[in-house]
């Protein structure tokens, strides 16, 4: 159940996009653009564009999204603020497959906050909330999805996220094993640099245990899916990641 500051939020965004002429629905349609992104060439507020988006003039509404996210999950913000001045991953590069989600953008960013290098891409084509990427992308960060992907499209975005020049990813954080795939296929000799693999699908897991029988498990992999607090929270009682701070 949201907070009753979360709900008040959540009505005053919907409010708030009512009165521009948006709103939830609004934002998030595909219907309004059948051109691929990748047809179109977006810069955010900052002149950056390393990023491929379904349309970064949705920032705001995402940004607004992922803000409501942040209060439901204080682990990932208490975490922020203990370590941020640490920077415990600093010098880590991180390609991520995941969804694309308010929620995972509290992690993406959290991530970014303790030093970590992400380049980030959906694990899912239907998933992907377009206004919550267009938010990461004008904070900067290098993301590719948006919701509707066609098949070559999803690989595209899995490549982009892995290759990028002057920049080789350290750590694969995976949600279905397909970035883990790809760089197998694609890029073997990245996996000289990679120092391992987080993997929270029953799927991933399943195509590691694969590849560790065939001996093609080249790095260490930690497997997330069977981890107590994964087990326990995500798939037996709920999929809400704030019922594990509390």
Sequence with gaps: MRSTSSIDKLTELYLSGSEAGASYTDESSDEDDNHSPRDHHQINSS????????????AA???????????????LMT???RAEDDKPLKG????ACTHVTAQTAVLMETLISLGASVRWAACNIYSTQNEVASAVAEAGTPVFAWKGETEDEFWWCIEKA??????VPTLILDDGGDATHHVLKKHPTLFSVIRGIVEESVTGVHRLYQLSKMGKLLVPAM???DSVTKTKFDNLYLCKESIVDA
């Design 79 to 81: 975490l922020r603020q």
């Design 223 to 225: 497997n997330i899916n």
């Design 47 to 58: 002149g950056f564009n390393d990023f491929c988006v379904r349309n970064i003039k949705q």
């Design 92 to 95: 880590a590069k991180i390609v």
């Design 61 to 75: 509404f995402g940004r607004r999204e992922i803000e409501i996210a942040e209060q439901e999950m204080s682990g």
């Design 162 to 167: 892995v290759c990028a020049e002057g920049w």
